[in-house]
T-cell receptor, first 111, second 109 residues
């Protein structure tokens, strides 16, 4: 089945230790999004790719980076995770501006 | 004030009850989504609306563009419907999705 896959589902990292979260899709969608969702809050858009064009939200910290080596894969790199970065990270894809298909999310814990 | 507001924030009901979750928005939109998120889980898209009404199984979503209001209804609610329901609007001016804070629904057996 076509889908959005996120790995790992649960990630524990140490304070300050770089971590990479992965998203892949079999939908061949040209747009991929990364959202951060903290407990009991709405998802917050970090950045998105339109094909290879990277679009960063103005308030996304520099600590967060992203790579999209090809249509199928997109990575979220957190260079120096802080305790405040513990959250659910959601990847989504879209082929038009109307619909978004979400992955299952990666829950990040920072110790 | 959030551009997308949901009510109630929390809702507990007995199995079988008819459930209504409301969403109002204050910006121009081109579409509105209803999303479901189970505890610890990812987000599933339930509906995308730009006008009128949609039905899928026991779920019904309506939107009134003039009143800038949408509702999600669940008929014959079941404990497995327990989840957070999120309203998200596609904002006209920049095509960004603006999320409501969600409604936490708990259906008791």
């Amino acid at each position: 089945d076509a889908m959005v896959i996120q790995n790992p589902r649960y990630q524990v990292t140490q304070f300050g230790k770089p971590v990479t979260l992965s998203c892949s899709q079999t939908l061949n969608h040209n747009v991929m999004y990364w959202y951060q969702q903290k407990s009991s809050q709405a998802p917050k858009l970090l950045f998105h790719y339109y094909d290879k064009d990277f679009n960063n939200e103005a308030d996304t910290p520099d600590n967060f980076q992203s790579r999209r080596p090809n249509t199928s894969f997109c990575f979220l790199d957190i260079r120096s995770p802080g305790l405040g970065d513990a959250a659910m990270y959601l990847c989504a894809t879209s082929s038009n501006k109307y619909e978004q298909y979400f992955g299952p999310g990666t829950r990040l814990t920072v110790t | 004030k959030n551009e997308v507001e949901q009510s109630p924030q929390n809702l507990t009901a007995q199995e079988g009850e008819f459930i209504t979750i409301n969403c109002s928005y204050s910006v121009g939109i081109s579409a509105l989504h209803w999303l479901q998120q189970h505890p610890g889980g990812g987000i599933v898209s339930l509906f995308m609306l730009s006008s009128g009404k949609k039905k899928h199984g026991r779920l019904i979503a309506t939107i009134n563009i003039q009143e800038k209001h949408s509702s999600l209804h669940i008929t014959a609610s079941h404990p497995r419907d327990s989840a957070v329901y999120i309203c998200a609007a596609l904002r006209n001016r920049d095509d960004k999705i603006i999320f409501g804070k969600g409604t936490r629904l708990h259906i008791l057996p």
